[in-house]
């Protein structure tokens, strides 16, 4: 999709002497005022809504979390679009749409049922990248473990996040794959890369009425999302919509 950009953010024609810092947005500048971003990010969350978000839990993270702060400079005028964009390392920040949608998969977890405005307790995310998604779920639940791989994004998302000194939001450098046994049990556990199977370690490690949301290799080739519930009597499966993730793989690097 050809990049647009947002009409906030367009440099003014105006010259600098006759404009006011708060009509200056510099989207170059990473302590660019805030405000010169709520619009579009507004506008973000309506069209999340138009698209069939309904969780009010949702819709407000995704209208507080300032996806600007966790993309390059360069970048920024996209951070509201719909889109995944390059974070380094051959990762992307994950699309809003699917990270909203994720999200409110997770907050139906079978132990959330009837509880609509409630935040879900502890979560497992697989897949830090830029910290994005983990700023978004610290807004909705109790305590969230994210893991990454890779060093680099790692130290990257501790920087992205210090801006929002969110003390729920606990970062780690480790092998998802194996989960976290430190902060198991789970009431959700999230994935932002697709593997072949779903590790027996999270299933392990998820509460009972808890709910994992991920991709995985689906039967055609493609990934599809998979949601898995658990409960007394096991574990129940569900195959959602074809989704496009980069891969789970093993080890730190
Ligand atoms: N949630 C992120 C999306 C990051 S992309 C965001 O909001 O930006 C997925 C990330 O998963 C990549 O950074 C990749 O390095 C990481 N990843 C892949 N396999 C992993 C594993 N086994 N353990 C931890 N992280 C993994």
């Not at 639940?141 to 939001?169: K, M, P, Q, T």
Request: aromatic share 4%; glycine share 10%; with cysteine.
């Amino acid at each position: 999709m050809p990049a647009r950009p947002a009409p906030a953010l367009e440099p003014s024609v105006r010259p600098a002497s006759q404009q006011s810092v708060a009509t200056r947005p510099n989207p170059t500048s990473p302590t660019a005022p805030s405000t010169a971003y709520e619009a579009v990010r507004a506008r973000m969350v309506q069209k999340l809504a138009g698209q069939g978000i309904t969780d009010a839990r949702v819709l407000s993270a995704m209208g507080t979390v300032e996806r600007h702060r966790f993309v390059d400079s360069a970048l920024m005028n996209q951070a509201y679009e719909d889109t995944s964009l390059p974070i380094g390392l051959g990762q992307t920040i994950s699309k809003p749409s699917v990270v909203a949608r994720m999200i409110e998969l997770l907050l139906a977890a079978p132990a959330m049922a009837g509880r609509s405005g409630a935040r879900l307790g502890r979560v497992l995310e697989v897949g830090t990248g830029c910290g994005y998604q983990a700023a978004v779920l610290g807004r909705v639940a109790d305590e969230v473990y994210s893991i990454e791989r890779l060093r680099g994004l790692n130290e990257r998302a501790r920087a992205n996040l210090r801006h929002f000194r969110l003390a729920n939001v606990h970062l780690l450098l480790g092998d998802g794959m194996q989960g976290y046994a430190k902060g198991a049990p789970y009431a959700g556990i999230i994935a932002a890369a697709g593997g072949d199977v779903l590790p027996q370690t999270w299933i392990d490690q998820l509460a009972v009425g808890g709910r994992i949301v991920a991709p995985i290799r689906s039967a055609q080739g493609g990934q599809a999302l998979v949601v898995i519930d658990r409960s007394n009597a096991g574990v129940q499966r569900s195959v959602l919509e074809a989704v496009n993730f980069v891969p789970l793989k093993s080890g730190i690097a």
